[in-house]
């Protein structure tokens, strides 16, 4: 049948929306490919139009999307991409989200709540995915929320490689700055090989970001002490456990978190609160006008890259963490 052109193996094609592109074309160059050219409208009644400017048809379609403020409209932004993808017979669609909008929304805490969190992967499901990777869940059981593979990333390896080229080891502690990370903080603490300590708060469940910090558990006095978390919002729950530690006599406190959210008073907090130094990665762009100059600002984008890489050749995301 010679009129019959050879079928060609899938090829990788890289999307991305608007609300931070920087973070794709770095993603990109290191895979060396180029975006998806791309025409993406709002209309003025805020309705939002896009479409792809070359065939997508057969590819393995990535669709990278950040959600900073507002979160909503660049969560639509990506589902209708997703859709355009699917109608245009891409072959897989795989929803890059580094920061999982609505991630804190896992779970009911009274009645007649929703569970946000398994809405969107129920959106990005209708919306035709086949698959999501994120990094830094909230929480981890968000990965049960979605019908298809969830490639849940860790940022860890980045951040610690930097605190370990920054900081001494026999003179840090690991902090969580409640009891909803201490898992996290233990992973850390047995990264860095370092001791463990616990801050005790309670939330005023009628007020939301305010909180009360409770007392320290383990030893911090004449520490350098590393508070981690998955986000930094508003700032509150960080600089007051930064206050906590620095009054129970640690020698210096940091922090490091994943996804630099900062929302209202968080710059005005971190400027005036006790850290040396708070270090984050680019799964979120920095809000305009956001000054920190204690901010260091870490890029995800070669851990993206390698996971999308393994995902594409059919290897394993899991051995990024040297784990099989």
């Not at 393995?60 to 245009?88: C, G, T, Y």
């Not at 990333?153 to 001494?168: E, I, M, N, W």
């Not at 969580?176 to 850390?188: F, H, I, K, N, Q």
């Not at 530690?245 to 210096?252: D, K, N, Q, W």
Request: net charge negative.
């Amino acid at each position: 049948m010679s009129g019959i052109k050879r079928l060609s193996e899938k090829h990788l094609m890289l999307c991305t929306g608007r609300a931070f592109p920087e973070l794709a074309h770095e993603v990109a160059e290191l895979l060396g490919v180029d975006l998806i050219p791309t025409r993406q409208v709002t209309y003025a009644n805020s309705e939002i139009y896009v479409r792809f400017e070359e065939s997508v048809r057969g590819a393995d379609a990535f669709v990278i999307q950040s959600h900073p403020a507002p979160v909503n409209e660049w969560l639509m932004e990506q589902l209708i991409m997703i859709d355009a993808l699917k109608r245009a017979s891409a072959k897989r669609i795989t929803v890059v989200s580094p920061f999982y909008p609505y991630g804190r929304q896992d779970k009911k805490h009274a009645g007649r709540e929703p569970i946000s969190a398994r809405l969107i992967a129920d959106l990005y499901k209708t919306a035709g995915a086949d698959r999501l990777m994120s990094v830094d869940l909230h929480a981890s059981q968000i990965q049960g929320f979605f019908d298809g593979p969830v490639d849940h990333l860790f940022a860890h390896p980045v951040l610690v490689d930097y605190v370990k080229k920054h900081y001494r080891m026999d003179e840090m502690t690991v902090v969580s700055p409640d009891a909803g990370r201490v898992r996290l903080a233990d992973t850390w603490s047995d990264l860095l090989g370092t001791p463990l300590a616990i801050i005790h708060k309670r939330r005023d469940p009628n007020k939301a970001n305010e909180v009360a910090v409770g007392e320290v558990v383990g030893d911090v006095r004449g520490r350098v002490c590393l508070l981690v978390d998955d986000m930094i919002d508003t700032a509150g729950t960080i600089c007051q456990a930064a206050d906590a530690l620095r009054a129970h006599g640690a020698s210096g406190v940091i922090a490091a978190a994943t996804h630099p959210i900062l929302s209202g008073p968080a710059a005005q907090r971190l400027n005036a609160s006790a850290f040396e130094e708070v270090i984050v990665t680019n799964t979120l762009p920095i809000p305009e006008g956001v000054h920190v100059p204690k901010l260091t600002v870490l890029s995800i984008a070669a851990l993206l890259a390698r996971a999308i890489q393994e995902v594409f050749v059919d290897g394993s995301v899991t051995s990024l963490f040297g784990v099989e």
